[in-house]
């Protein structure tokens, strides 16, 4: 299936986006000898975007054409490219196209500077060297005192450009846009094939995660389709392949196998959708969340034995990324209601030497009806006087998937441990629950009705807090006419109520009228 699309979601480039483009085209020296000149130049001075520009072009005598426009042109650069490889010739090209949607005062966009940094795999995942490549009627040699090249920084400039590389003796995967090297979309003519090859092997961290977030992007859409049509769902295995070869290879930094291991949000994917469906959406996280953590029962059992710890707390990265990977794993087990798994939970609650352990582990017995309630409640008497630990223990049960959620949230609004006149509680409580598309979003309309009611009761405490919690109706048009119905009718009832404030009469009026 061809025509993937690397979903980096739109946004304004940020500045520290476009400082790491600059390291990224001169290299770690090329870099410092730059931000030298700039210091010996500027120091004490007031200074411009063009003169940390103009240090790092003279300092390193380099070329960058059209770089300054990253500052000027607003807007996310979308960049399709097409593969060929020629087994004759022995060579393998990359065609570049850009583009930069129109915004307002821009309706039409000059080409960027954008440098991507491309690696190819061959057949057996390895990074191939890399020799020599021909662009713009030149052809450069990428040989240097003998040492082999397997990643290089192609310098797209034009609307237009073509890279060649030359003596590639079979049909690579390319690795495109390693690190992600600059801040744009990518679409590509990737195959799935493509995408579990880069998933199982690529060399580069940042790509792995991102062809696994691509196909799991894919997966999940495609088995929304199947659901909305009351097929039967069932999981790629090829996808299950490849979750499990990253969960069990040891020579990777635990917290990227955490992050890798980890599915895109109920969120991410009904923004993708034409009409968002929450409860499709749901049905289908949930399925591949069961699938994954029953078909690597074993793997994750394994994993969270490994990755224990009964030594103090440690703040570094290894302790960090050894905690993130084992609660992860136990995110996955907690989605299975079998005795054995949880035991397990509750002996990992019970002998949690930390606040992230015991906290993780509380996350995954929320999964679990047989035992959650009686956990929370033991929780809360352990921790009641840490105002920061019980406002997350509200916001955990406010975002809770259970069905008919609403009614436990209505509890916690008469439980001690909640205060509507205290700003933090209501975004922990009730922003928590808007967070939650299952609830919030049922089709019954309860979850939209307790917020307007709330809303009008805020408004008299706090119109900000209101305001900001009446903005989770924003969106109202995104769904299907029977939530738009039920929304709608929340937001005039809002705007009908006597003495509204003008901070949540704006929000309402602004949203009713989208």
């Not at 295995?237 to 291991?261: H, N, R, V, Y």
């Not at 798994?341 to 030497?353: D, G, K, Q, S, V």
């Not at 840490?386 to 609403?406: C, E, F, H, I, R």
Request: proline share 4%.
């Amino acid at each position: 299936m061809a025509g993937v699309s690397l979903n980096i979601h739109e946004h304004a480039v940020t500045g520290a986006e476009v400082v790491r483009m600059y390291k990224t085209l001169l290299g770690t020296q090329g870099f410092r000898k730059g931000t030298d000149l700039y210091f010996e130049r500027h120091d004490g001075q007031a200074v411009t975007c063009e003169d940390f520009f103009a240090a790092m072009r003279d300092a390193n005598n380099a070329d960058f054409a059209n770089f300054l426009l990253w500052y000027s042109q607003a807007g996310t650069p979308v960049v399709k490219v097409t593969t060929n490889y020629n087994a004759e010739g022995r060579t393998f090209s990359l065609k570049f196209s850009q583009e930069v949607p129109p915004t307002p005062g821009q309706p039409t966009k000059e080409p960027m500077f954008i440098p991507v940094v491309v690696g190819l795999l061959d057949s057996s995942g390895k990074d191939m060297p890399l020799s020599s490549i021909y662009h713009g009627g030149k052809l450069e040699s990428f040989a240097s005192s003998g040492q082999n090249v397997y990643t290089t920084v192609l310098r797209v400039t034009k609307k237009e450009e073509e890279f060649v590389f030359n003596d590639i003796s079979e049909k690579p995967t390319p690795s495109i846009l390693r690190g992600f090297s600059a801040p744009i979309r990518l679409e590509s003519d990737l195959t799935d094939k493509d995408l579990l090859f880069l998933l199982a092997h690529d060399s580069d961290e940042f790509n792995r995660w991102e062809a696994g977030q691509v196909l799991a992007r894919k997966l999940m859409l495609s088995l929304v389709a199947d659901f909305q049509q009351n097929k039967a769902l069932a999981l790629n295995p090829q996808f299950l392949q490849g979750i499990k070869s990253i969960l069990t290879d040891s020579s990777l930094d635990k917290e990227f196998i955490a992050k890798a291991i980890t599915l895109p949000g109920i969120g991410e994917i009904m923004d993708m959708m034409t009409v968002a469906d929450p409860d499709a959406v749901h049905a289908v996280r949930t399925f591949i969340r069961k699938q994954l953590a029953s078909e690597l029962k074993q793997e994750l059992l394994i994993t969270v034995k490994n990755n224990r710890s009964s030594g103090a707390y440690e703040f570094d990265h290894n302790n960090m990324a050894r905690r993130a990977l084992k609660n992860i794993a136990l995110a996955y087990l907690g989605s299975l209601e079998d005795a054995d798994i949880r035991e397990l939970l509750l002996n990992e609650y019970r002998n949690a030497t930390n606040m992230t352990d015991q906290f993780a582990a509380l996350v995954a017995i929320d999964q679990q009806p047989a035992i959650r309630e009686e956990i929370l409640a033991d929780f809360y008497n352990k921790w009641q006087h840490d105002y920061l630990v019980v406002t997350k223990w509200l916001a955990l049960q406010a975002m809770s998937d259970l069905p008919g959620n609403v009614e436990n949230v209505k509890k916690l609004l008469k439980h001690t441990a909640f205060d509507m006149r205290n700003p933090n509680k209501v975004y922990s409580l009730i922003g928590g629950f808007c967070g939650s598309p299952v609830n919030f979003h049922s089709k019954d309309g309860s979850g939209y009705k307790f917020l307007g009611e709330l809303v009008v009761q805020l408004d008299k405490i706090n119109p900000q807090v209101a305001s900001r919690m009446v903005s989770a109706f924003s969106r109202w048009k995104r769904y299907d006419e029977t939530r738009q119905s039920l929304a709608k009718e929340q937001l005039e009832m809002i705007l009908s109520a006597e003495g509204l404030s003008e901070n949540v009469f704006e929000i309402a009026s602004k949203s009713l009228a989208a």
